[in-house]
């Protein structure tokens, strides 16, 4: 590690990195650098959430998407992407499954969907809520109006994750060229945290074209969103979409900036997220060894999971969830980390992340 790096570090660690500390970070090459950055991430973490990492189904809802994101498998401009929508009884079969593992936090996901009506959706969080009182619900269906999300807040949805991909205005509009914006995305999460959910946000890590300045970015939107929680994972392409031939994002560079956001956000909830552990086998523990602290299996139908291919490979990683959490107890136990089923709330509601 050379001077400016121990720096940049110290700076870090102390809470008073600038973008230019952030930038030498993220561009250093040094092994000694990313290792004392990962252990002051882990303790971070440890100080704030103790041995416990965090479990959560995941029950992904529908494959169909209106959106045409130019990096993802399920944008509607893949006519032949074979497409499903989970009736209620198959997302009630999963919520039932995930129940008699102990999970407490069903995360409904899906792309945006028109037919994902409020209607639908109320009565399918209220039957959750009626039958598990003390569980919490994520919903992660894009982005939706003011009213919308009010209803479903009223119906019983307590968090929603909603990643900004990325904070850079024209990278933002090279990966989408279907009118979305940046802006749009803003405003619904702001309007999510109005409404008083548990918000997270979260974004891509090398995708095509982006560059260091773009994560810059990314963490100056987090300092003005402080939400509760973040999932970053790497891009890793779909070969039927314009984006195909590029190459995927680093393994270094995702577990660098893990332990970044851990740091610079003690509090906040980050997932080792299924991309992450699709990108390397060892992943899943690697991102919880870099300051994540959830992990979500996935609790959908097996045969839902097939088609729902955001990039290839995916499949590697969707074993039975009861399987899944007895091998991540077994990783976890040598580093003296714990999987919980417990509804693990972040410690950071309502609460400002010091100095920030
Ligand atoms: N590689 C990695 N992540 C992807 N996502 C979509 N497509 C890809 C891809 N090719 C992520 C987006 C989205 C989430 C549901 O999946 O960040 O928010
Ligand atoms: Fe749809 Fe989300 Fe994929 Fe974009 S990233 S195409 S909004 S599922």
Redesign the pocket.
């Known amino acids: 590690m050379n001077t400016y790096e121990k720096r940049a570090l110290e700076a870090l660690i102390n809470k008073k990195a600038v973008d230019e500390d952030i930038g030498v970070i993220l561009k250093s090459f040094s092994g000694e650098l990313m290792e004392e950055l990962r252990k002051e991430a882990f303790r971070v973490c440890e100080s704030v959430y103790g041995d416990e990492v965090y479990l959560r189904g995941l029950i992904e809802i529908s494959?169909y998407?209106?959106?045409?994101?130019i990096?993802?498998?399920?944008?509607?401009g893949i006519e032949k992407a074979e497409r499903y929508r989970l009736s209620e009884e198959d997302i009630m079969s999963s919520v039932h499954y995930g129940n008699s593992l102990g999970l407490k936090t069903f995360v409904l996901q899906?792309?945006?969907d028109p037919m994902l009506t409020d209607i639908i959706l109320e009565n399918i969080i209220g039957k959750i809520k009626e039958e598990y009182p003390d569980s919490r619900i994520t919903l992660s269906l894009?982005?939706r109006s003011y009213s919308s999300l009010k209803r479903l807040k009223e119906a019983g949805a307590d968090r929603y994750l909603l990643?900004h991909?990325t904070a850079d205005e024209e990278l933002f509009s090279r990966l989408?060229r279907d009118g979305?914006s940046l802006s749009s995305r803003k405003e619904c999460l702001y309007n999510l945290k109005d409404l008083g959910y548990t918000v997270g946000t979260g974004f891509l890590v090398g995708a095509p074209w982006s560059s260091v300045d773009s994560y810059l970015k990314d963490i100056g939107f987090m300092r003005e969103l402080k939400p509760h929680m973040a999932g970053i994972g790497p891009f890793l392409p779909h070969r039927d979409t314009p984006v195909g031939d590029f190459s995927p994002g680093s393994l270094e560079l995702t577990l660098k900036l893990i332990s970044i956001l851990r740091i610079l956000f003690p509090e906040i909830l980050l997932p080792s997220t299924t991309a992450l552990n699709t990108l390397d086998p060892r992943g899943r523990v690697l991102g919880i060894l870099h300051g994540a602290n959830v992990v979500m299996p996935n609790i959908s139908p097996k045969d839902a999971r097939v088609k729902y291919s955001?990039y290839n490979n995916k499949m590697k990683d969707s074993g039975e969830a009861s399987q899944y959490i007895e091998k991540l107890k077994k990783d976890l136990e040598h580093y003296g980390r714990v999987p919980v089923t417990d509804r693990g709330d972040p410690k950071n509601m309502g609460v400002n992340y010091g100095g920030i």
């Open positions: 494959s998407c209106s959106r045409n994101c990096y993802c498998g399920l944008r509607t899906g792309g945006e894009g982005v990643r991909e989408h979305q955001l």
